[in-house]
Every structure is written in C-alpha cells, then in structure tokens.
C-alpha cells in the first residue's frame, strides 16, 4: 500500500528533485554525511518545508490536507525535542494526542512502554539527559498512533542497549499499513534493520534499494572520501573505515 510519493520534490539549495515511494509495511533508512540533506528531506516529506515538486498522501495532495488530519497521519521526530516548561514526562508523552483531542491512556502508555520512557514516568524533563529526552520524544510521537512516522536521527544520543531498542521498535512500528523514514549516521544499523536505503550527498539522491544494493563499498568511498569495508555477512552487519 503506497502512503507517501514525492515527484521532484526540491528546496532551493538543499534538496534537488528527489523522486520516492514510501509504502506500508517499511522502514526506510535515509545515510549521507552531514549536510547531505537528509534534515530536509524528512522534513519536507512532513510537509513543514514548502519547495518544488509534488507530494501525495495516499493519492491526496499533501498540502491539500487539513493540519489536524496530516497531523494524524504522519509524525514527526525533529533531531532535537525542547520544551519551554518543566513537564513531567508522562505529560510530554500526552501531548502526541493533541492532533486527537484526547488522552488516550492507552496509546500514551503503550508508546511510553515500547520506548523505555515508562521508567522516566514522574520525572521533569528538564531533569533527564540528551539520552533519556530522545526517549521521550519519540514516546510521544508515538502516542499519537501515526500510520508513517518520520524520525531524523532517534538514535543519535542513546547508549548501546537503547539504539537497538530504538531500532526494534521502528521495525516493530512499520508493518502493516505503517512504516517509519529514518535518518542514520550508523551504517550498521541501517544495514541491519531497514528494508530500503535512499543515499544522499550535497541534496541529491545517489541511490535507493536494498541494503544490498546500496552500501557498495565504491559508492560508499565516494560519498564518504574514506576507505570503506561492507561485509553484510556478518551477525550483526558490519560497516567500518580503514
């Protein structure tokens, strides 16, 4: 089932006619050095960055839509959550149903469990580290049940054991009707968990498909400029620089 297909889709200077298809069912990893675009991306795919080209959800003009219901629809995990208030965190969680009107305990507490964030439950956010907030942030994203969810590097400031926790639950998350977009700096991650790759430098898509199909060594030194050795083979996959 497709639900979001970008045609050109441009930002002047940053994102050059980016053509995709994101279907039910999958998560896409999106690599690239920095600056490669993959901020812009994800945030024009949410329709929060207005450029060039079209963009349809589910055969639907995106920009045709009311905000409550793309809201719905799509979540967005910017790469640094704020609040200006010292919340608790059950109440930064809650928030995700705004675009509902409710307080769905259910969905709040569902999203809370599947990030880790049930063992922050009564502390202020304010209080938490960079680590523990990204938790928060995504639980709350996540509350709001949406059936595509776009995050742009979740895992960026998380130990060991909650990258993979992260991780398992975006896959976990795109099945179905759902999928996820994430941006990643850790090829191995990507290599491991996503179904598809897009690779980006300087605003342009170099390639798309598989795991397989994507992180070739040549292609991977090019964007890079560093020596790359790729053995998908191994259990967990491995990508390192020599």
Same mark, same amino acid.
């Given at each position: 089932?497709?639900?979001?297909?970008?045609?050109?889709?441009?930002?002047? %200077?940053?994102?050059?006619?980016?053509?995709?298809?994101?279907?039910?069912?999958?998560?896409?990893?999106?690599?690239?050095?920095? *600056?490669?675009?993959?901020?812009?991306?994800?945030?024009?795919?949410?329709?929060?960055?207005?450029?060039?080209?079209?963009?349809?959800?589910? %055969?639907?003009?995106?920009?045709?839509?009311?905000?409550?219901?793309?809201?719905?629809?799509?979540?967005?995990?910017?790469?640094?959550?704020?609040?200006?208030?010292?919340?608790?965190?059950?109440?930064?969680?809650?928030?995700?149903?705004?675009?509902? %009107?409710?307080?769905?305990?259910?969905?709040?507490?569902?999203?809370?469990? #599947?990030? *880790?964030?049930?063992?922050?439950?009564?502390?202020?956010?304010?209080?938490?580290?960079?680590?523990?907030?990204?938790?928060?942030?995504?639980?709350?994203?996540?509350?709001?049940?949406?059936?595509?969810?776009?995050?742009?590097?979740?895992?960026?400031?998380?130990?060991?054991?909650?990258?993979?926790?992260?991780?398992?639950?975006?896959? *976990?998350?795109?099945?179905?009707?759902? #999928?996820?977009?994430?941006?990643?700096?850790?090829?191995?991650?990507?290599?491991?968990?996503?179904?598809?790759?897009?690779?980006?430098?300087? %605003?342009?898509?170099?390639?798309?498909?598989?795991?397989?199909?994507?992180?070739?060594?040549?292609?991977?030194?090019?964007?890079? *400029?560093?020596?790359?050795?790729?053995?998908?083979?191994?259990?967990?996959?491995?990508?390192?620089?020599?």
């Amino acid at each position: 089932m497709s639900l979001l297909r970008s045609q050109g889709l441009g930002i002047a %200077g940053r994102l050059h006619a980016i053509d995709l298809e994101i279907a039910g069912g999958e998560l896409v990893g999106v690599i690239g050095p920095n *600056g490669a675009g993959k901020s812009t991306l994800l945030a024009a795919l949410a329709g929060l960055q207005r450029g060039s080209g079209a963009l349809h959800w589910q %055969g639907r003009a995106l920009a045709d839509m009311p905000r409550k219901l793309r809201a719905r629809q799509i979540g967005y995990l910017a790469q640094a959550g704020h609040s200006a208030w010292a919340l608790e965190v059950e109440q930064i969680v809650a928030m995700g149903r705004l675009p509902w %009107g409710d307080c769905d305990a259910q969905a709040i507490a569902a999203a809370m469990c #599947a990030t *880790g964030a049930d063992a922050l439950r009564g502390r202020r956010i304010d209080t938490l580290s960079g680590g523990e907030q990204a938790r928060v942030w995504l639980a709350r994203v996540l509350a709001g049940q949406p059936q595509l969810l776009l995050a742009d590097e979740p895992v960026a400031s998380l130990d060991l054991y909650y990258q993979r926790a992260v991780m398992q639950t975006l896959r *976990g998350f795109a099945t179905g009707n759902n #999928a996820a977009v994430v941006a990643l700096h850790d090829l191995g991650l990507a290599a491991r968990y996503c179904d598809r790759l897009l690779l980006l430098a300087q %605003g342009r898509l170099l390639a798309a498909g598989t795991p397989a199909q994507v992180l070739q060594e040549g292609l991977l030194q090019q964007v890079y *400029g560093l020596p790359v050795q790729v053995d998908l083979a191994a259990a967990p996959p491995r990508i390192s620089y020599r």
